[in-house]
């Protein structure tokens, strides 16, 4: 039997090497802070990929899958399983549809519960959460906390609610998400899911969750997982559609490779583009697009990864100025020296300051484009795109497309992921385009439903402490009714045997 890829953490701690794909999803963040990365990558021969071209989505996810997780991980039956059922919650049957627009491929990824990308990698996350549960970790239960900056919230809530053993806390920056992104996830009524708006950024979100992950007591007590994309299982799930989309370009064009465009934040999206290349996958430029929050572009152009103030932007999901992601990569770069990648990591977080030089800035360079699209790139680009070929980008998509034109690569070898509908930004894509066309309709009976949430000032011990009164109150609570669910059971069996 061939063993299952292995994972280890980026900065090198002895006890966090080596360990497995169950291990690596249900701990999510490594215990040194680091972040977990294959110890080695598969192999996606020509003729191999060519033999996926017939399958439907499910089935190439399975077998992009299966070359990290084998039978040793995850019985094959069981892992085809998984696939199938996160595929299901889509509204396309081919889950991320490719669509031709003004010469170049949007990939709409927006086909899922909650019309986001997310909703990819959160479904089938969800899934192997709940497999690995009932076939023995953490004693069956987990408490995820996740931060969102907007989509991966109520894309995680919808990828959890209901999973036996799963408590769901999710931390937003009070104010700083559309509307419609908060009610995604406030309205969900679930008792495990539980929705925090702190009063801080995204980035103090952040904070708080890679603090809790440092807290070894907090952490072990309440089973703490991770659902943000620090957690492997998001980055490879996500591979999935850089092939399938790879595949559907080069069914109707005659190209080599593909290049793709990618809107950026956390750095993760683009970060399984560049995972399908080294296992293969013929892929041309990645282009790495920002918002006004540029730390990735000047990184890319300058050498200058600076941590600088967050600008809130009408690409809310992007308003990020530590990419949480980005540290896999330099870990890459760095030779796959955790030594150095843990030097570096230091460095920056006591300065707020990275600068790569030399060689090592050409090989990223080499490895990746980008572009930086202002508030004004952005209308402009949705504007044009809704008026000339009578198709709504949202602002992360626009972003990404309008990286392609100031790049040049507006052609048919080029695939622009569109990460949301258009409709979760509502009041931005009003800027450009007026009256917008009608919004889905699960998305506009969001109004007429209940919300619920909790608000907390931006504290790690307040959210912990939030987080352990919520979840003994749901155990009690589920205790209780298992306990009136017996007696009922039991006084009808008493009464059968009376009569």
């Given amino acids: 039997m061939s063993k299952s890829v292995t994972y280890s953490s980026t900065r090198g701690c002895p006890t966090q090497k080596s360990i497995s794909f169950r291990s690596a999803v249900m701990r999510g963040l490594a215990h ?15 003729t191999e990929l060519e033999s996926w071209r017939g399958m439907s989505y499910a ?4 077998e992009v899958i299966a070359k990290f997780v084998q039978e040793d991980e995850v019985p094959r039956d069981v892992l085809a399983d998984i696939v199938k059922r996160s595929c299901g919650a889509f509204r396309s049957e081919e889950v991320t549809p490719l669509v031709k627009v003004d010469g170049h ?49 109520s894309a995680a809530i919808y990828g959890l609610r209901g999973k036996k053993g799963v408590d769901c806390i999710i931390l937003y920056p009070n104010g700083r998400v559309s509307e419609i992104q908060e009610r995604q996830m406030t309205t969900v009524p679930d008792d495990n899911i539980h929705c925090v708006a702190v009063d801080g950024t995204f980035d103090d979100c952040q904070d708080i969750v890679k603090a809790s992950f440092g807290d070894v007591e907090f952490r072990d007590r309440v089973k703490l997982g991770a659902v943000n994309s620090i957690n492997w299982c998001r980055v490879l799930a996500q591979t999935t559609y850089y092939f399938w989309s790879y595949l559907r370009v080069t ?17 993760g999206d683009v970060l399984a583009g560049y995972y399908s290349k080294r296992m293969g996958l013929p892929v041309g430029d ?10 990735l572009h000047r990184f890319f152009t300058k050498g200058e990864y600076h941590r600088g103030d967050i600008q809130k932007t009408i690409s809310p ?3 990020i100025c530590v990419s949480s992601n980005f540290e896999r990569y330099l870990y ?46 952005t209308l402009e680009t949705i504007k044009t795109y809704h008026s000339k070929d009578n198709y709504m980008l949202c602002p992360h998509s626009a972003v990404g497309v309008s990286a392609v034109h100031q790049l040049n690569t507006a052609d048919s070898a080029t695939v622009c992921l569109a990460t949301a509908h258009f409709a979760k930004f509502g009041d931005a894509c009003s800027m450009a385009v007026t009256p917008l066309p009608e919004i889905p309709k699960e998305l ?36 209780k009714r298992d306990e009136k669910k017996k007696l009922i059971k039991n006084l009808v069996l008493v009464s059968a045997a009376v009569g």
């Fill in 32 to 46: 040194d802070r680091g972040l977990f990365v294959p110890d080695s990558f598969p192999t996606v021969s020509p």
């Fill in 59 to 62: 089935d190439l996810a399975t």
């Fill in 105 to 153: 491929y949007l990939l709409e990824l927006f086909h899922g519960p909650t019309f986001a990308f997310k909703d990819v990698a959160l479904q089938m996350l969800g899934n192997f959460f709940e497999y690995f549960l009932s076939t023995g970790s953490n004693g069956g239960r987990l408490a995820v906390l996740g931060a969102t900056s907007g989509d991966t919230g």
């Fill in 251 to 267: 069914d109707v064009e005659k190209v080599d490779k593909v290049n793709f465009s990618v809107p950026t934040g956390n750095f």
């Fill in 286 to 295: 990645l282009i790495v697009a920002t918002n006004e929050n540029d730390i």
């Fill in 317 to 319: 999901s992007m308003d």
């Fill in 332 to 377: 890459h770069l760095a030779g796959d020296d955790a030594t150095t990648l843990a030097s570096w990591m230091t460095a920056f977080e006591s300065t707020g300051k990275l600068t790569i030089t030399g060689k090592k800035l050409d090989e990223a360079r080499a490895e990746f484009k980008s572009a930086k699209a202002d508030t004004t790139n």
């Fill in 444 to 479: 506009s009976q969001l109004w007429s439903m209940e919300t619920r949430s909790s608000n907390c000032p931006n504290d790690v011990k307040v959210v912990q402490a939030f987080m352990e009164r919520r979840i003994e109150e749901r155990m009690a609570s589920h205790k």
